[in-house]
């Protein structure tokens, strides 16, 4: 499958959302918890999805369904509960000496791991893709780039 512009241009919009997101997070946590900047986080995330919903369906002209098509596989379901150990871990580390930059760095790299393991073995459904040694060097500029931006602040 040939990587379009469209999807690129997208997947970096969802780096920007969730860098945003984060810091919005982990100022909500420096202010109360980030238990409860999790709650809240997630309470906004479910009203924003369901407001994007119906204008959504306004704009296409019929009512979107919010029941799956065909049968989903329950642990399908459990995705929230990464999600707000996300919220939880990033509120943690971004109001620690680490800051926003360091702690996305790290998620990055800690995403890039987990999804070259998630796309060698298929995990949760996805579909199997052999890793190879590009990724492998990838992962090693990623992680050298993390480095750089923890240590080389002076």
């Known amino acids: 499958m040939k990587t379009q512009p469209f999807h690129l ?12 997101m984060i810091a ?4 909500m946590a420096f202010f109360s918890s980030p238990l409860l900047a999790s709650w809240v986080a997630h309470g906004i995330g479910a009203v924003v999805s369901l407001i994007v919903l119906m204008i959504a369906s306004i704009l296409i002209g019929k009512k979107i369904s919010l029941l799956p098509k ?24 971004v109001n620690s000496p680490l800051g926003l ?25 996805l579909v199997k893709r052999t890793v190879n040694s590009h990724d492998f ?5 990623m992680v050298a780039g ?3 931006t923890l240590f080389g602040r002076g």
């Open 70 to 93: 065909t049968k989903t596989p329950i642990w399908a379901y459990l995705g929230g509960i990464p999600g707000a150990f996300t919220v939880i871990l990033a509120a943690i580390t």
């Open 137 to 141: 060097i990838a992962l090693i500029l």
């Open 24 to 27: 919005l997070n982990s100022h």
């Open 101 to 125: 930059s360091g702690s996305l760095a790290l998620i990055m790299a800690g995403q890039v791991l987990f999804g070259l393991v998630c796309d060698s073995f298929g995990l949760f459904g």
């Open 9 to 20: 241009s997208l997947a970096m919009a969802g780096g920007v959302t969730l860098a945003s």
């Open 146 to 148: 993390c480095l750089m």
